[in-house]
């Protein structure tokens, strides 16, 4: 699970676009992609985002190149990223590690 605001770089406007390359916005995976469409890697996982009103996995996200895939149609993606995006947590609760150590 993972905070609006750890996948995007700014809030403000299309969420979906910041994420999810323009080549592959409109590909949609209802399960689990049997192989990174961009890079074909085997190891594509789900990806659930705090606050989302949707419940469990929202966009599929390539583990060897972070190319993020589609679960649904990007409007509903984008409104769900949308109600997430006022989340937050308090980083010190958790422990500090620089964005750049996510998985």
């Given at each position: 699970?993972?905070?609006v605001v750890d996948l995007v770089g700014e809030?403000?406007?299309s969420l979906v676009k910041q994420?999810?390359?323009?080549e592959f916005r409109y590909n949609i995976?209802?399960?689990v992609p049997p192989v990174c469409p961009h890079c074909l890697s085997e190891e594509v996982s789900g990806i659930e985002v705090m606050g989302a009103d949707k419940d469990g996995i929202l966009l599929w996200e390539c583990d060897d190149c972070n190319y993020m895939y589609l679960k649904y149609t990007l409007?509903?993606?984008e409104k769900e990223?949308?109600?997430?995006?006022?989340?937050?947590?308090?980083?010190?609760?958790?422990?500090?590690?620089?964005?750049?150590?996510?998985?």
């Open positions: 699970m993972i905070l809030l403000k406007g994420l999810v390359d323009e995976f209802k399960t409007d509903k993606t990223l949308q109600s997430a995006k006022a989340y937050w947590t308090n980083p010190s609760d958790w422990g500090y590690r620089p964005k750049d150590e996510f998985n």
